[in-house]
């Protein structure tokens, strides 16, 4: 057996003792997976991410560490969204249970793209490993990705573990690209950081040749208000020379990602936001 077979079948594994834990707990009306698990590709490093109602999280973490699954590194809330991670020792993996697909903080909350009702109508049903399981549509797999790479970048800078997601971004292109469609996909984007995001990463991909060109992209970068051509030029650099260049960002300044200088997006944050309450939205 290589090692990508080998690694293929312990996550399968875990996410069989996984279900057969929850499958019969009557408090869980659904749960997604999601991550490059949901289209049964998988990294050594990879991990299973499942997206529960906030009312069953208490009753899954406590049936998982009752059948063994151990407690990982305690986390920083207010850059996760989801609990300590579950580390299952004899197949070396770990389970990331899910609340939400973002942290409260995020601005990306502030529309409907990723609010309950639309995360749960945008799943599909899905097969993996002959177990019939529920992951998000390809195309809201899309956009959530670019989204949380980005706020993962400007709250963590350039750090290696934000390249796999370029290559999660890649492999969903390349299987459904076709058939995604691409005018009502960039409509769903219903805020400027959610606009933003996701032209960053697919226009960087198509900036270092490893997709074509994305139908409506342009009009994408035309509607949204926080990134200028000079200012995506400036994004594209840093994540070319210092996330995909391997190096470390040293300068005084915070490096430039989405609505970072913008003037627009800095006022509506120092102004806007304080008038009127951010709404807390939970998925």
């Excluded at 009502?184 to 074509?212: C, K, N, P, Q, W």
């Excluded at 650099?237 to 996330?243: G, H, N, P, Q, T």
């Amino acid at each position: 057996m290589n090692g990508a077979q080998g690694t293929q079948q312990r996550f399968s594994a875990a996410l069989d003792a996984l279900v057969g834990q929850i499958q019969n707990d009557r408090s869980i009306l659904a749960a997604i997976l999601c991550g490059s698990l949901s289209h049964d590709v998988v990294w050594e490093k990879s991990d299973i991410d499942l997206l529960l109602p906030a009312t069953a999280y208490e009753a899954v973490e406590s049936a998982m560490l009752a059948h063994g699954f151990k407690l990982g590194r305690p986390l920083r809330s207010e850059l996760h969204h989801h609990g300590i991670p579950l580390h299952d020792i004899d197949r070396n993996t770990f389970v990331e249970l899910h609340t939400s697909l973002l942290p409260p903080s995020s601005e990306l909350l502030e529309g409907n793209l990723f609010s309950l009702e639309n995360v749960f109508s945008q799943s599909v049903d899905s097969e993996l490993s002959g177990r019939r399981v529920r992951r998000l549509s390809a195309g809201l797999q899309l956009l959530y990705v670019c989204c949380a790479w980005n706020f993962d970048l400007t709250v963590l800078k350039f750090h290696p573990t934000f390249v796999p997601a370029i290559f999660d971004v890649a492999f969903l292109l390349r299987a459904d690209g076709h058939k995604l469609d691409w005018h009502t996909l960039f409509s769903a984007a219903d805020t400027d950081m959610a606009a933003g995001s996701i032209l960053v990463m697919l226009s960087l991909l198509e900036r270092i040749h490893v997709t074509r060109e994305i139908p409506q992209l342009g009009a994408l970068a035309a509607r949204q208000r926080w990134i200028s051509p000079l200012q995506l030029r400036a994004i594209h650099w840093a994540l070319e020379r210092y996330l995909l260049g391997g190096r470390s960002w040293t300068a005084p300044l915070p490096p430039p990602v989405v609505g970072r200088y913008s003037a627009r997006r800095q006022f509506e944050k120092r102004i806007r936001y304080r008038i009127r309450p951010r709404r807390q939205r939970t998925v």
